[in-house]
């Protein structure tokens, strides 16, 4: 478990840093996830056992990654209120498009398999 979960951080780190270097507008730790998931897609094998534990266990307790985000919300909430109308536009459009992408790659995959 502790060497899966190095690889994880070291994953993050290694995206944090090619963010921060090449001024990327993606945050480090999804550049991490993407690098992460390249890794294993060339090893064309299963994923370790350990980091496949390790996720199942950080999935686990998912919930408790959202309290500094409602931390957040709570802090921000007289700017929430007075730009509610743009931020509203930008979480439903948002919403939108990622279920129409999401649609499409869905269509386009079950047409290869079919």
């Known amino acids: ?17 090619l963010v921060r270097s090449l001024h990327l507008p993606v945050p480090g730790p999804v550049l991490g996830m993407v690098l992460l998931f390249a ?18 266990a ?3 307790h998912l ?3 959202f309290v500094p985000a409602g931390v957040g919300v709570v802090l921000y909430l007289p700017l929430l209120a007075r730009d509610w ?25 079950l047409r290869r398999l079919g």
């Open 39 to 56: 890794t294993l897609v060339l090893r064309g094998r299963e994923a370790p056992a350990g980091l496949g534990a390790t996720a199942d």
């Open 58 to 60: 950080l999935l686990g």
């Open 85 to 109: 109308a743009p931020i509203s536009l930008a979480v439903l459009a948002g919403t939108l498009l990622a279920i129409a992408a999401t649609g499409r790659l869905a269509q386009a995959l």
């Open 1 to 17: 478990m502790i060497g899966a979960l190095t690889t994880l951080l070291l994953c993050q780190l290694t995206g944090e840093i």
């Open 63 to 65: 919930g408790l990654l």
